[in-house]
């Protein structure tokens, strides 16, 4: 039902909304321009998130963000009135690290990225180092000339990075001169919208950097890797015909979605647009269909109408079968 069709849920008939999401079991929620932008919540959001939990359906973050680890993201969410627990979140840098455990991996992580990739490898057991050194000034030569290498580092991993800089890149890339260095990334994500007309980068800045001066490919281990939910679809939480994912990227969110199978619905609050999925659609290119979602709503929060329109038929059925009950029991007594 909708498969890759970017159907306006607003445009069409309320009860074949409901249809669609009374055969959903599970949803994956993602994160920045979803539930929230940086530390603000998106209007609507949080309503929108406990109901979806209250109808009984499973909910789970799953974030490409990889700055904390599941606990201080779980505590964030909790700040801003989500209804979520650290077992139901999901990161890149978790899934980095359970990836390396699954690999047996012995040795050291360089990072090149946020604190949440090295807690994460710490609570694995996984040693990690990162980059102190920088070059003077015109001296980028000797640094590298210089630079000592660590022959116990096995895996560079590289993530959004806010102190990022060429010393870094140099480093990372003398690293991956070895072949059996593993080169993983958390995620490609492009840019995070601030407000009109303003942006932030995402990781892929960093990645791509280190990617085209090491002449190496990483493995992308976030969105849209499946690998991202191998535990819960190896436990069979997840089926994916009954699981929906709700996010705002198309090049992630939407393509794993497609990847595992799941549902898909893209919202108009972060960094994708409904133009750019109606235009894919229109050009009928088979590898960009992976990002054209089933269905679209402008936020989280236009879902909460269906949510409540649910309440409402569930109302009004049990009030018909208490009348019905009321009614039978009055003809019984009469005919008594």
Known sequence: MFKRSCTLLAEIPKQEVLQWLGSIETVLFGTDGVLWN???PIKGSVETFNATRNKGKRCFLVTNDSSMVASDMAQKAMCLGLKVGEQEILTS??????YLVVKKFKK???VVGET????ELQKAGIQSVTI????????MGPFARNLIVDPDVGAVVVG????????????????????????LGTCMDTIYPVCEKRVTVGAAAMVAAIEKSSNRKPLIMGKPNPQMVYKLRQSGVLKPEKTLVIGDRLSSDIIFANNCGFKSLLV?????SLEEAQQLK?????KKLMMVPDTFLPSLGHLMEYLCEDEKIKETDEGKAEKKRVDNTGNEAKAA
Do not use: W
């Open 160 to 183: 959004r990075d806010k102190s990022f800089n060429v010393s870094k890149i140099v480093v990372a890339c003398t690293y991956l001169l070895n072949p059996k260095v593993m080169f």
């Open 116 to 119: 949440g990739i090295q807690e």
């Open 268 to 272: 108009g609050s972060g960094a994708g």
């Open 108 to 110: 050291k992580v360089l």
């Open 132 to 139: 102190d050194q920088e070059a003077e000034e015109h001296k």
């Open 93 to 98: 840098a978790a899934c980095i690290s359970n």
């Open 282 to 286: 229109m050009e009928g290119n088979e």
């Open 38 to 40: 940086f530390d603000d």
